[in-house]
């Protein structure tokens, strides 16, 4: 019950960031809908690191081979299993952390479930690595829920205290589509660019920093979700946390919400072309977990990077005493950047797993 | 799957606010352990309303009948039933609200949801009442977990953007009882006062504020959780989010860990009488979704009461035109310092359920 | 965990036969249908004991009070918690049994689990009583499936090896309602009596007797279920097994099947008004775990009521020694006609269940 | 949802018969545990066809690749992924079927749910060929079972109606050892030359024949498994049904036991050694779902393999008109002597997880 998440839909994930392979199982898919391999390709590369100065100099092609579940490119109802084989495994950089836990990773909290036997390479299967699989199964989701109309999309809300814009009102397929070509996912490029020269920063003071996602759903329809814990808030934070790094999450206006008044965050109803709409959006399309009908809107944080190049207090835990410790090899800088898509694509798994619930409360 | 959550600990929760009775089943509880009534009353009694000018005149009683799953007193192994009777219905008060959905309510969404087919006097299933019957479960879980020297408790740490002090390194079980014993559940009695007024000021705006929780467990073993969708953090939103007003929810540093960089916000291991410790606790307990053994910390932004007295825009469902809509009866001016022992108790409920699948990783 | 099934309709039960009250809680039922209460009781009553002398002369009125989920008749979409009070409570008929496990009966296996905490005066949350919520849960479902042109009947195939006639190829409502207002469950009346005979002749040996249930499902869509372990057996498998006294479970020929040829056992194609029919039912309307569109058939094996008035050989738990047995008190010398509304309650609870998934594979 | 497994162990299946590959995800695996590859690949080879007239001339090697999950041979916490790639591909053999369902196999229900969709290849992922990723699961599961002392082991209880010796009171590990190392999984060496002859001859006549499985689990604690739905039984019966061609399943006596009276089919108590024994075990080692101390012991009925060579009524689903069907390529003319270590597999995973869940009633 550990690495999967869903209900009618359940996605598992499995590897570690040096074995051999990671993956991704892809249970109750519905039958004949295309993968557009390209289109997730470049889903995927948005994950990607290399190239870039932001990121970790590590190569990760992240090319999936899919095992099972595609017949003519289309899913055939049996589970789907993609493969991304390990490829540029510096396993050497590791070895001194076996014994000597990493400040803010789970080398210690796994040696202590554990009892050593972890594979605890390059954070092992607590790895970031781990959130590519993800983004398959989460590209696939995106593209079923795009033909019925349904698009998500996230942009980059903060990095180091630097904000970007906040999605508008009503953000668009267009929208989503346009942060997602460009090299930095942001909506105010000037912000982008500040977020930019603060990565750096942090990357020539041998530290990190972290960062916030905001994510949208539009064309959901009003009436998805269930009461209390079924709620699509319940099922969205089930899974999103799951995402390495992310410490926080809020919906519509979340944890500002606390210091306004009633007056300023109720969303006042209106009607539009004969429909209920809001006038404003500060529930994030959410109301008794149920959806409204208006985007869904989501925030998570996501702390900076744990593996820093300072020097930092720690303990050998062979010899139960205080030790230092200086991690080495290449790490990124940030990755809240990197986890633009895997937001997305965990979004998206949950929604297309509550719209295969069916019924939705008549019947 | 909608109002019911936990693994091996399941707790159902069931009822609307103005039908016959609202109730809890909690199913795989341990048998065998005392349920201390005169604790729990005490501990429902922090969430009922009544006698102060901070929350609704509406009375509750709120006194649990036990149908099952208690035998002298004890836990016998089968499931528990408690059923609290409704007795103070003001139905009238809602007549109007069936088709003006209330701003910020799930009115709306219930119709989108069942057509009309809801009980919604009173919010119905959606109602703040739901969590009496959630704090019957949590308060059983809190005697059992303190059994074993597991303490949880929680501190109003914001009303209005008014800060409470936050919680110490280690708060004890003598400070979680000491703030249960306080009229108001704040650190700081003097920021308590202002958190007061600003409340009472809602009040007399016919406004309302809302708040923030924050909630620690002390006494979790280290290696508690499991990695990515089975993690702590996971497991506790995915039962956070179905307390209503619920919009936020962190862990630790949380949000604020995104604006930090990795050397602040990284917690450095240390050793103390031959166990690992961390120097601070910025990870709020948790790395990769597994305890440190370090106090779990949690953050919950409560939005401000939706039912507000000032005149708010609405539509008439039935012409499907705009309306305008003053909710009358009696309302809370702010419900987060009633959320207080409800937060305590979904967390202690939860944390209860990890306990209990036993082996956490060897066997 | 225990004591509920189901996904997307969750029926939880409580209630331990001689504390205050047992009970179910549905969540999950779709909103806005009507519950008809008198056709709901008369089915309950068909669980009934009381006036035939095949059955216990306990007294038990089965009369739920529903204290949530129902608005003006129908539901409302929040759980539904039904309750029937325990009224005839002759507890002192169980004393000697804390301490001298009756053989056949859970006594010994809750006192192994629970260390003599388990509340087990008549057989406690083991009991056969907790049929009653059960059948509560399924009548209600019976009656909407009914409304969709799905039914779901059974009969008593056989008592002490005596055996009723098979269901027909295509058992209609009209066929089930027929058995259901017989005072005795079976196809053919002759058999019925002998099989009556045999349970008279039992309770006069102070002995019993066991049955087998055999329950159909008519009107269901080809393409209901899930490969493998989302099968409809699995599902229908899953919560059957948890009436008490079901030791054996088949689909269609079961056990039979092993004994004849590939050539005999597979149903032919044949097409019928444009649609695909199978010539023969031995699949028991299921291939590969997915309905076929033939009616759903199932067998399941009820033990002999293991309440005997014989002396039986036990143990005396306090001391760990050897002792006799002789059960006091009233009970059924059969319970297995008892049981036929009780497996079609499940059975139609789990097709509800399967039903609101929706989808079912394509989308 | 479909062809996953377990609570904390989590055993999900993918592949098609004639798709790239097969495997299996087994999420939540105590770590530590050795995985004796050598002893696996025994196992697997049980189930493996090849060699033998009785089964297939199909070869399929059957070799897993450890994907993840595994470090220095012993598990490491993360999700163990094995994956069998598929060599030995016909797929010419079945080009007809797409249009003509073959009576008795899923061919007809996957068209049914998943409109033309489905890789149906061989029986796509409905083909017994997944359970050798089953095996894989499952032989890891008796591994680890077996250091605790609790063995797993099955025999062809019958083929063709003909019958084996039904296991003895307490079958022992040197038993399911020698039954294991046998080319023919029977106790009667007679009984399994007949049951041999007519498998033969139902090959010669172009036909097929079903068998009964049956299975025991000896060194089980007593009191493992929960009341009503959460039973041994019914966690059991919902991964055993998820093995092709199984239509019925029962626990000790089982169907026997409806024609049997209390008195016979009560297992007296008698003291041995200072511990509750039962002096036989018709309730093969469950009361009230929960484990007695004694063997576990269940039976599953294996259909008889649908695909013959015989000439067989079907459907043209294009032309929706009736049509001959005769099945070419290689088949098992009976599928029940090589599903004996399925049972197993399945068997020993279910009951490891149960084990996983700890506790079990007390605290």
Redesign the interface.
Known sequence: ?????G??L?V?????SH?????V?V??L????AVDREELQRFLDRRRPGGSPLSTARKETDIP?????L?GG????????A?IRNADQHSGDYGELADK?R????D???W????G???MRGG???SGR?TAPLCVAGGIAKQ?LAR?GIFVGAHLA?V??ICDRPFPLHPSRELFDEIASRPFPVLDEEAGERMRAAILE?KN?L??????IECAAAGLP??L???????I???L???L??I?A??????????R???????????????EN?R?R??SNR??G????????MPLVLRA????????G?A????C?SA???AELTIHGRHDPCV?HRAVPVVEAVTAAVLLDL?????????
Chains 1, 2, 3, 4 share one sequence.
């Open positions: 019950m550990s690495s999967e998440f209900s009618i359940r598992s994930v499995f590897g570690q074995g051999r392979a990671i993956g199982v249970d109750g519905p039958a004949g809908e081979e899919f095992l099972s579940g017949e289309k899913t055939c109802g049996a589970p789907l299993c493969v836990p400040p803010g990773h789970a210690f909290t796994a202590a479930k554990w009892g036997h972890a594979d092992g299967h607590f781990l079923i019925r903060a180091a205290g942090a003071d530290d990190s920093v972290g960062g916030i009003p009436g979700g269930e009461p209390m814990f079924g709620g808030e319940n099922r934070a089930a899974a946390f799951g390495p992310v410490k926080g999450l809020e919906f519509g206006e979340g944890f919400a606390a210091a306004l008044r009633g007056s300023e965050n109720n969303d006042p109803f209106a009607v004969g209920v809001a006038e529930a994030g959410i109301l008794g977990g149920i959806t409204t009908g944080a996501v702390k900076p990077t744990p593996s820093i300072r930092q207090r720690t303990v835990l139960m005493e205080p809240a719209l295969l619930e069916g019924n939705h409360g008549t019947f």
